[in-house]
């Protein structure tokens, strides 16, 4: 079994990305900003090639670059992995069992495990991480360094400069010397970067900055999942629908902060806002779309794409 982390990344030569298909008028009714939350027109079934577009078609890793010179890029395959989001939705159900059964785990940003064994399980193989939240990780390492963990980092360019300019590369590439045993870290290259971007454009028919959308860290690791694993079970994704329902349950939108906020009432907030926010009822269409040519189901909460 392993556990994947998300890290930040070296970039010595020039990557190339595969040509990605032009929107379709489906896919450009995907995206719509609204004052209602989950007012996103869905599509049946998109047509064209396999979404999300590969990267790369050959080597679907290539881009995830180490941030200590000598080590190579990042190259792990797992037969099923567990996807583990950071909702409060996981708090109503005992998942752990379930996820450490996975060959992979995959956490995002600083989500801990101490204390919400039961809820989230034990194992991690591979963390994503966010530029924002990289100073954090590395301020509370020794609660999630251990060997054999990997890290991949994601961040704007102007953060990830391995001139000595870059601050995010800098702490990740602290990091991965003071545990050189332990952990391996990754980044994205500035192409992988611009995939990420253009893959959000062909699936919602809006450029990422059009839009006033930042994307998630589920985002890039739902990516990595779809390019490093046979089969992907999402634990604590609520789908699209869930906050329109009056008698939906309340959640605190991060389960290991109860102060946090209510989930439903984030992403409503989220989604009046016009610029510097995610659009996580998007991007959850956006999976479910995904769910119907990769082998990706979701669990705690349970559904079924449509």
């Known amino acids: 079994m392993c556990v994947v982390y998300l890290p930040a990344y070296l970039y010595l030569g020039k990557l190339e990305t595969q040509p990605l298909h032009h929107p379709t008028s489906t896919s450009k009714r995907l995206l719509q900003q609204t004052d209602v939350p989950n007012k996103i027109v869905r599509p049946t079934r998109p047509p064209g090639p396999v979404h999300p577009t590969p990267f790369n078609v050959t080597h679907p890793l290539s881009g995830y670059v180490n941030v200590i010179k000598d080590r190579e890029p990042l190259k792990l395959r797992c037969r099923d992995c567990a996807l583990v989001f950071n909702s409060g939705q996981l708090l109503g159900h005992q998942a752990g069992p379930d996820i450490d059964q996975s060959d992979c785990v995959v956490r995002m940003n600083d989500a801990p495990v101490t204390g919400f064994e039961k809820h989230v399980g034990t194992r991690t193989t591979v963390r994503v991480l966010a530029h924002s939240g990289v100073p954090s990780f590395s301020n509370h390492s020794a609660n999630f360094t251990r060997e054999g963990l990997k890290v991949v980092g994601w961040g704007p360019d102007d953060t990830m400069k391995t001139d000595g300019k870059g601050k995010t590369y800098n702490i990740l590439s602290k990091l991965a010397t003071e545990h050189?045993?332990?952990?391996?870290?990754?980044?994205?290259?500035?192409?992988?970067?611009?995939?990420?971007?253009?893959?959000?454009e062909t699936e919602t028919g809006k450029p990422r900055l059009g839009s006033g959308s930042w994307l998630s860290t589920g985002w890039f690791a739902m990516i990595?999942?779809?390019?490093?694993?046979?089969?992907?079970?999402?634990?604590?994704?609520?789908?699209?629908?869930?906050?329109?329902?009056?008698?939906?349950?309340?959640?605190?939108?991060?389960?290991?902060?109860?102060?946090?906020?209510?989930?439903?009432?984030?992403?409503?907030?989220?989604?009046?806002?016009?610029?510097?926010?995610?659009?996580?009822?998007?991007?959850?269409?956006?999976?479910?779309?995904?769910?119907k040519y990769h082998k990706i189901t979701f669990h705690y909460p349970t559904w079924r794409p449509k």
């Open 180 to 200: 050189p045993d332990n952990i391996q870290v990754y980044v994205l290259t500035p192409p992988r970067m611009k995939y990420a971007d253009k893959v959000f």
């Open 224 to 291: 990595l999942a779809t390019e490093m694993c046979d089969r992907v079970k999402v634990f604590g994704m609520s789908n699209g629908e869930y906050c329109r329902d009056p008698h939906a349950h309340p959640v605190p939108y991060h389960y290991f902060n109860k102060y946090g906020g209510n989930e439903c009432q984030e992403y409503r907030k989220m989604e009046r806002q016009r610029s510097d926010t995610h659009r996580f009822f998007a991007e959850k269409k956006v999976f479910e779309i995904w769910s």
